[in-house]
């Protein structure tokens, strides 16, 4: 067990909705990053927050936007989404910097028909 | 411009035997270099890191790597392989500062009893 926390487990939801991923941190770390899993484009990294600020961004969609609140916990929003967005996306969360390790939380499966 | 390259996406070994999972890297900046294993339906974990103290990193499980600049090169290493090593494995490398966290495509490995 890593100490990140992701909920919900499984989603399954249809083309066109919105839908909204959380992540809980190892207590005391400051950065959180997600990262998106699909057997076509591998594991990619979306976006980074350190301590409430988005510090660094990756393959990220337009349509998708992350947030980090005052007490750490994370939130992946995922809009319009399309059958191709059906992926594991994974959480990790970090002491500060991108050179620490992270630990990874055991992912939300979305699937979207 | 970062990139990593796992030379092998499927790599099988008999139990018992060593485990060579092969990584090349390339970057601008000196480079954090992590491997991570991910078991079926599991999330990442943290093999082991490497950040410039020693160029053979030892990890957990019995697994290590050596990075070798001349080479490019941060290949993942075990004298004997174990039914539970079956797994993926990703190479990752950061930038120093820490702004962008780039995954290998991963190698499946296989053990044979």
């Known amino acids: 067990d890593s100490g990140v926390t992701q909920t919900p487990k499984h989603l399954i939801t249809a083309t066109g909705q919105r839908v909204t991923l959380r992540c809980s941190p190892r207590?005391?770390?400051?950065?959180v990053y997600w990262y998106q899993q699909s057997l076509d484009q591998g594991l990619q990294f979306l976006i980074q927050?350190?301590?409430?600020?988005?510090?660094a961004k990756g393959n990220i969609l337009e349509r998708f936007s992350a947030q980090q609140f005052p007490d750490l916990h994370s939130e992946l929003n995922l809009s319009s989404l399309e059958l191709g967005d059906s992926a594991l996306y994974f959480c990790?969360?970090?002491?500060?910097?991108?050179?620490?390790?992270?630990?990874f939380g055991p992912g939300t499966r979305l699937t979207v028909l | 411009a970062q990139s990593v390259t796992q030379l092998d996406s499927h790599v099988s070994v008999s139990e018992g035997t060593p485990v060579l999972l092969r990584c090349n890297y390339s970057?601008?900046?000196?480079?954090?270099l992590f491997w991570y294993v991910q078991h079926p339906n599991k999330g990442l974990q943290l093999l082991l890191k490497?950040?410039?103290?020693?160029?053979l990193v030892k990890g957990i499980n019995g697994f290590e790597a050596e990075f070798k600049k001349s080479e490019t090169s941060f290949h993942l290493t075990k004298p004997s392989a174990h039914m539970s090593d079956a797994a993926e494995y990703f190479c990752?490398?950061?930038?120093?500062?820490?702004?962008?966290?780039?995954f290998g495509a991963g190698t499946r490995l296989f053990v044979k009893a």
């Open positions: 990790a969360s970090s002491v500060e910097r991108g050179t620490d390790t992270q630990y």
């Open positions: 970057s601008s900046y000196s480079p954090s």
């Open positions: 990752v490398v950061t930038l120093t500062g820490g702004f962008k966290t780039i």
């Open positions: 490497y950040t410039s103290a020693a160029t």
């Open positions: 927050y350190y301590n409430g600020e988005e510090r």
């Open positions: 207590s005391g770390d400051l950065s």
